[in-house]
């Protein structure tokens, strides 16, 4: 069973541009995550969606971040314009539903290098 | 004060040395706990469930102490193959649900 797929893996962009990731998760799984994370730091939740419902976006900077899973299948997290300060990884996540046992299973994430 | 806090780190052991790691949360209402696993430029991966009565799976065993609002992931006979980053992650349900990561703790071992 294929995992949860983000593309691209990595990306260098000057800032002030646009920049998107696109996430697929596995496939079944009706929650998704989107994280964003600092060297040194855990991941720290930027959105989460059940089905195609945005229910957490409380830590999304929405002046420039915004996201869309309008199948409530994959999703895409967008930057503009994009500062110096959102070089990090991003990290997409699944799981089946919103129940806190739930295992979240984890892309490669899209490593954004902003210049 | 962070909600998830875990040791700092990093920490150098020798193979076969035994390491344990704390970790804290500040929430109450706090209900599923975890350890996850990175690896150096890779994803967190789960390593296991924390359950209140503790918990063992192989070399690795966890504890929670909900008095104490403090879990810990304790490694016996550590093997090369355990240099990580290993997180401890917190769940919660406060009206909405809400998975909080710690800033994880780096582990190397050193043959």
């Known amino acids: 069973e294929a995992g949860v797929v983000q593309s691209p893996r990595y990306k260098i962009i000057e800032k002030k541009q646009p920049v998107a990731f696109w996430c697929n998760p596995i496939s079944g799984h009706n929650t998704l995550y989107w994280y964003l994370q600092n060297l040194g730091q855990g991941p720290e939740l930027l959105i989460r969606?059940?089905?195609?419902?945005?229910?957490?976006d409380s830590q999304l900077p929405k002046d420039r971040f915004s996201a869309e899973r309008l199948k409530g299948v994959d999703s895409t997290l967008k930057i503009q314009p994009a500062e110096l300060g959102d070089s990090a990884v991003y990290l997409c996540a699944s799981s089946w539903d919103r129940e806190t046992h739930n295992e979240q299973f984890f892309g490669p994430g899209t490593r954004l290098t902003v210049l | 004060r962070k909600e998830v806090e875990q040791d700092p780190g990093p920490f150098n052991v020798p193979e076969g040395a035994t390491v344990a790691f704390n970790c804290t949360y500040s929430?109450?209402?706090?209900?599923?706990f975890f350890w996850y696993r990175q690896d150096c430029r890779k994803e967190p991966k789960l390593l296991m469930s924390v359950y209140s009565s503790g918990n063992e799976d192989g070399r690795f065993t966890a504890q929670l102490n909900r008095a104490s609002q403090y879990i810990s992931l304790l490694i016996r006979d550590s093997k090369l193959s355990d240099s990580a980053t290993y997180l401890c992650v917190v769940k919660l349900n406060t009206g909405g649900f809400k998975t909080i990561f710690g800033a994880g703790t780096r582990l190397f071992v050193k043959a």
């Open positions: 929430n109450s209402a706090s209900q599923s």
């Open positions: 969606y059940e089905n195609e419902e945005a229910v957490d």
